[in-house]
């Protein structure tokens, strides 16, 4: 993938969903690579010139990211000569691109490394509504599930359960038995999310399935997904999904 393939990548409109723009979670995601010492590409010029390297710290106070200098060194030179190359690399199998630039030969804890800026912009090539994370056990969020037959009617029961995940697409949650009111395709109108640091939101959740949380286990697993999700509420969502992940990043990066 040359350099160019990256600029197209980082502006086309329909990947606009899929980028990162600079601030805490770049940085969290920058440093969780670092972390992890991942292993990155380095491209360049308009021959996919390719420098295999790692990702090995990152300094925001002088904006810079710094890699491993690889083990070609003619390559290297002229990745150099270039001054700029696109990264690819992943992330728990989430592809990340980005373009770094002002590429030059710098020490690092007594070594040579290279260094350039950190990017503006990064692509993290996953659909962000299909990104399911999971929910603190200290404090995991709850749902209220209304059983009933007709759940728009008013009557009937509720059930209480622990959400396991949550995108801005919809809920994993924890049944502790099998229930026969919580099916596939049927639909809970008139639900209570509560989401820690957010607050309580009604909604409309779609069973999408059910399935035994442990194989032999009397307790399950039910994929939701929201019905007609207002923007507001869906945006109070994506936030805490946010900060779920940048605390899990953090995590990572200790």
């Known amino acids: 993938m040359s350099i160019n393939r990256f600029s197209l990548a980082l502006t086309a409109p329909e990947n606009e969903r899929y980028l990162v723009r600079k601030g805490v979670d770049m940085l969290a995601l920058l440093r969780a690579l670092a972390a992890r010492q991942t292993p990155v590409g380095l ?7 390719l420098l295999p390297t790692e990702l090995l710290g990152v300094n925001p106070a002088y904006e810079e990211l710094l890699f491993s200098p690889g083990s070609d060194r003619a390559t290297l030179e002229r990745l150099l000569a270039a001054g700029s190359f696109g990264v690819e690399t992943a992330l728990d199998s989430v592809r990340i691109l980005f373009i770094s630039s002002h590429a030059e030969i710098t020490r690092f804890r007594g070594q040579d490394a290279l260094r350039a800026r950190i990017p503006d912009v990064l692509a993290r090539m996953q659909r962000r509504e299909s990104v399911r994370v999971a929910t603190p056990q200290d404090k995991p969020p709850s749902c ?19 959400v396991t995940d949550v995108s801005t697409g919809g809920l994993g949650l924890h049944l502790p038995a099998a229930d026969a009111a919580i099916a596939p395709g049927k639909t809970h109108h008139d639900c209570s999310l509560e989401l820690p640091g957010v607050g309580l939101m009604r909604c409309a959740l779609g069973i999408v399935y059910v399935k035994e949380a442990q194989p032999g286990s009397k307790e399950r697993q039910a994929g939701c997904r929201f019905v007609d999700l207002p923007a507001l509420s869906r945006e109070q969502v994506r936030g805490y999904v946010a900060r779920l992940e940048r605390a899990q990043l953090a995590k990572g990066t200790g």
């Open 144 to 162: 209220v599930l209304r059983t009933n037959a007709d759940s728009r009617s008013g009557n009937g029961g509720e059930l209480r359960l622990r």
């Open 43 to 49: 491209y360049f010029g308009g021959t996919d010139d």
